[in-house]
C-alpha cells in the first residue's frame, strides 16, 4: 500500500477542519445547544487556535446574551465572508425575505454565502432588530475571554489536539 505524502496529509486535515467549523457554526446558526467545549477538538484539527476561537465565542455568545442577535450576527458574517458576490442568488433570497417565505431557522449557509445581505434583511429574519455593534463587542468580549483562560492555562485538554 503506498503512503500519502504528508503535504497531501496536511491539507486533507486542513479542509477538514474548515468543514468542521463550517458545520458548527451552521449549529449556531440553526440554534442547536451543541456544548461549545464539545467541539473544541474538532474545531481545531488543524491548530487553527483563533479561528477556532472565533467559533467558541460565537457559541458561547449565544448561550450567555441572546441566541437570535447571535444567530443574525452569523448570518450576516455568512452572507459576507463567505464565497463570491452572487447578485442573482442575493435577489431570489431577499425576494424570499421581504415575501416572509423564509425564516432564519430554515436557512443553511450554502443558502446565505455570497448574498450580502444588509441588516434590516437579517432584522426581517428573525422578526425583531437589535444592536449589531453591541452583540460584536459582546462576542469580542467572549472571545477575548477565552483568550485569557488559554493563555492562563496553555496545557488544558480543550486548547490542545487530541
Known amino acids: 500500500m503506498s503512503e500519502i505524502p504528508e503535504d497531501k ?3 486533507q486535515l486542513k479542509a477538514r477542519a474548515e468543514l468542521a467549523r ?3 457554526g451552521e ?3 440553526q440554534c442547536t445547544n451543541r456544548d461549545p467545549e464539545e467541539m473544541t477538538g474538532f474545531l481545531m484539527l488543524d491548530g487553527e487556535i483563533e479561528k477556532a476561537r472565533l467559533w467558541r465565542a460565537f457559541a458561547i455568545a449565544k448561550r450567555e446574551g441572546s441566541s437570535d442577535y447571535i444567530r443574525g450576527m452569523v448570518a450576516y458574517m455568512i452572507s459576507h465572508e ?3 458576490c452572487n447578485r442573482q442568488k442575493q435577489k431570489n433570497l431577499i425576494e424570499c425575505i421581504e415575501r416572509s417565505e423564509v425564516h432564519l431557522k430554515d436557512l443553511t449557509f450554502e443558502q446565505l454565502a455570497g448574498t450580502h445581505l444588509r441588516w434590516r434583511h437579517i432584522f426581517q429574519l428573525l422578526g425583531k432588530e437589535f444592536n449589531p455593534t453591541r452583540e460584536k463587542e459582546f462576542v469580542k468580549q467572549v472571545y477575548e475571554r477565552l483568550k485569557k483562560e488559554e493563555e492562563l492555562h496553555p496545557n488544558h485538554e480543550s486548547y490542545t489536539r487530541k
Request: charge should be neutral; aromatic fraction near 16%.
Open 9 to 11: 496529509l496536511k491539507f
Open 22 to 24: 463550517l458545520a458548527y
Open 27 to 29: 449549529q449556531i446558526l
Open 82 to 84: 463567505v464565497g463570491e
